[in-house]
């Protein structure tokens, strides 16, 4: 069984306890599909998360501190996830920071958009935002203070329960991505990331509704441009696209070495074949061990 950091304190009620923000007057943002995308109660959603990380692959890959991850309902792609949940576990579970950027699926924004909320609730239990990184990129002036764009948003929220069962302890800076350019992105990210002390997960499913045989090619290829950095990803790569690209932008100019992970489809897991959804998991790595400095 594989050790997870939130089950260090032997029950599991005692460890959602230490997610709540100690401030009564917190403002919090509510799940949006606790019960849709994945268990509403908090029992079943603990042992289906728990089930997913027991059945991942171990997959041998340098110690990282950035992920791309699936959004999807668990149903569909909680197995792809739970493959870079468990290398989260292994080697990033000790983050004093985790920054998630996804797409905004229902309200149009230009740039990036941090919430006004100081948490944000799971079934599991409150995971506080980071308010010093919140400061810090509400003082650059170019990025975007409000609860809107994260009120229904799942991209980032179906991320949060893996996060409480392997690095519950660490706050959050949730970031939608709108209309903005790699370039912007990768600058955001330079302000609240550190090669250290951050883990950085990039929420993104692949291409969407062709048939079973056809997203296998498409996504083939597009894992292929991933895995050389591209930056010119569109929506009908990946929905997560733009935040993606800025997320490898980033990771690009930092020297950093990727890894695939895990890549299968709906059609691999709940679905039929006729539309189907792709998956990836992909883990960025250090890459300039041994460089001249």
Do not use: W
């Not at 230490?18 to 029992?43: I, K, Q, W």
């Not at 890549?263 to 792709?278: E, K, P």
Request: hydrophobic content about 40%.
């Amino acid at each position: 069984m594989r050790r997870v950091r939130c089950r260090k304190h032997g029950n599991a009620s005692a460890a959602d306890h230490m997610m709540r923000p100690s401030r009564t007057n917190a403002s919090v943002r509510e799940p949006a599909v606790a019960g849709l995308f994945y268990p509403g109660d908090a029992g079943e959603l603990r042992a289906t998360v728990d089930a997913l990380l027991e059945q991942a692959p171990v997959v041998d890959a340098p110690t990282a501190q950035t992920f791309i991850v699936p959004h999807a309902g668990y149903v569909y792609s909680g197995g792809v996830a739970a493959t870079a949940y468990a290398q989260v576990g292994r080697s990033a579970a000790n983050a004093q920071r985790i920054v998630i950027i996804g797409p905004s699926h229902r309200i149009y924004l230009r740039g990036v958009a941090i919430p006004q909320s100081d948490a944000f609730r799971t079934p599991l239990g409150d995971m506080p935002l980071d308010a010093s990184a919140k400061r810090t990129l509400v003082r650059r002036g170019d990025v975007i203070l409000s609860d809107a764009p994260h009120a229904l948003e799942h991209s980032l929220e179906v991320q949060l329960p893996f996060l409480q069962r392997v690095a519950c302890e660490a706050p959050i800076v949730p970031l939608v991505v709108g209309d903005a350019t790699p370039e912007h992105i990768a600058s955001v990210l330079d302000d609240v990331v550190d090669d250290t002390q951050t883990l950085l997960l990039a929420s993104s499913d692949l291409s969407h509704y062709l048939s079973y045989h056809a997203a296998q090619t498409h996504d083939s290829q597009t894992s292929a441009r991933i895995l050389s950095f591209a930056n010119d990803l569109t929506g009908e790569d990946a929905c997560g696209a733009v935040a993606l690209n800025g997320v490898l932008t980033f990771a690009k100019r930092r020297g950093a070495g990727i890894k695939e992970l895990a890549r299968l489809n709906s059609g691999d897991t709940a679905g039929d074949r006729a539309r189907v959804v792709g998956y990836g998991a992909y883990a960025i790595h250090d890459d300039r061990r041994g460089r001249s400095q």
